[in-house]
């Protein structure tokens, strides 16, 4: 529904509910990695950085790693639902400096920071959220505008 105009003054300066900042700092878990079936969309800058990353044509990278969602493409996952990439023993990304934009930017996703009950939903699957370095309301905007999850 499109939300019609509103003559309040106040409208203009409202803010979201996480105006005075959220706290995050990543424990290493793997949960994000790892659990319910999901996607992990990539675009084709990020496919080309991993498939470098992995020293192999972009080509063969697709076939092996990418899977096709419509017109989407997303890593794909092992049997487990773990994502493709997750080491697993140590739990951790084997390509973490190539990580795409989704992991980047996790956990603030703009589901995540819809109400103050998702952005509790997602401090019970990741443990970092909701603890450690508090991240300016400026910071979370920036991050939640870069895709769309
Ligand atoms: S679930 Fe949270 S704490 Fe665990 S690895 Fe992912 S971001 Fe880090």
Redesign the pocket.
């Known amino acids: 529904m499109t939300k019609s105009a509103s003559n309040r003054p106040e409208a203009a300066s409202e803010q979201p509910w996480y105006r005075d900042g959220l706290r995050?700092?990543?424990?290493?878990?793997?949960?994000?990695?790892t659990g319910a079936p999901g996607y992990v969309w990539v675009n084709q800058a990020e496919i080309e950085a991993l498939a470098e990353r992995l020293g192999m044509p972009v080509s063969r990278f697709e076939r092996r790693y990418v899977r096709k969602i419509g017109i989407r493409r997303s890593l794909k996952e092992y049997a487990n639902f773990d994502c493709v990439f997750l080491d697993r023993k140590t739990?951790k990304c084997t390509v973490y400096e190539q990580r795409p934009r989704q992991c980047r930017t996790?956990?603030f996703w703009k589901s995540n920071l819809r109400t103050p009950q998702t952005w509790k939903a997602t401090c019970e699957?990741?443990?970092?959220?909701g603890q450690g370095k508090l991240y300016q309301l400026e910071k979370i905007e920036e991050q939640a505008a870069v895709v769309s999850v």
Request: aromatic share 12%; proline share 11%; with cysteine.
């Open positions: 995050f700092e990543c424990t290493g878990c793997g949960n994000c990695c739990r996790w956990p699957v990741c443990p970092g959220s």
